[in-house]
């Protein structure tokens, strides 16, 4: 392992204790409750996870909460966005600035700039393998994962799948398309989509199950959550 490497690893392990949870705080407290919440890290810990929506979308707001959550455990988090995007569609939504923001401490977090959709999973699994992260987070932003050249194979999933329940970890896929669209594969364990509305000068960001092949599907959660200064 390298000296960088382990400097990252003490920074991030030891961001509990100095982690400055400003705007996201209301959120990832509301996660923390207990082992018996449908949502939250200790929720999602070896599974898959597909968070989605189209619109008014709170994906971005609750991915942060989430590593907020794995942050305030001392728990690393990687973020990785496939930033050339084949078959049409942007780049993962990932704004330093507003993560900083909500109370994020960049220097324990890894951002991950893959070339292509498969190389994003690839990434994924070689940071699983390390052992080293309790939450990975994949920005497919508005990336056409259906055609044949960006699609994740079901071996893929499969292998991150066997991974994230080896190493206790949570990977948490974000993509943008409607409830009725399909998901990932049937590897998906949890499938959600997080929908924002303004109350008042905040915003209140629902979570709602599609799938869960935990819990049964239809579960919600309507948690306050504030934007980033400027919203």
């Known amino acids: 392992m390298s000296d960088d490497l382990r ?11 100095t982690a400055k949870v400003i705007r996201l705080d209301d959120l990832a407290r509301d ?19 597909e ?33 050339c995007i084949e078959g049409g569609g942007m780049p993962g ?12 401490d960049l ?14 999973g690839r990434a994924a699994e070689r940071l699983l393998r390390s052992g080293a992260f309790g939450l990975i987070v994949i920005d497919f932003g508005s990336s056409n994962l259906e055609a044949s050249n960006t699609r994740i194979s079901d071996a893929m999933l499969g292998r991150l799948v066997s991974l994230a329940q080896g190493n ?37 960001v629902t979570v709602r199950a599609v799938k869960d092949k935990r819990r049964g599907p239809g579960w919600s959660r309507a948690i306050k959550a504030r934007g980033p200064s400027g919203l």
């Open 7 to 17: 400097e990252f690893l003490a920074r991030a392990r030891g961001s509990a204790a």
């Open 31 to 49: 996660q923390r409750e207990g082992d018996n919440q449908p949502w939250g890290l200790s929720a999602l810990r070896g599974r898959l996870v």
């Open 51 to 83: 968070l989605s929506a189209r619109g008014a979308s709170g994906t971005l707001t609750t991915a942060a909460s989430l590593v907020l959550d794995a942050q305030n455990e001392g728990e690393p988090v990687a973020w990785i966005v496939p930033w």
């Open 93 to 104: 939504t990932f704004y330093p600035p507003d993560a900083a923001d909500s109370g994020i």
């Open 107 to 120: 220097s324990a977090l890894v951002v991950v700039r893959a070339p292509s959709v498969i190389a994003a």
């Open 168 to 204: 206790d970890a949570a990977i948490v896929c974000l993509t943008e398309k409607s409830q009725d669209s399909g998901s990932l594969g049937s590897l998906v364990s949890l499938r959600a989509e997080a929908l924002r509305a303004r109350a008042g000068n905040d915003f209140e």
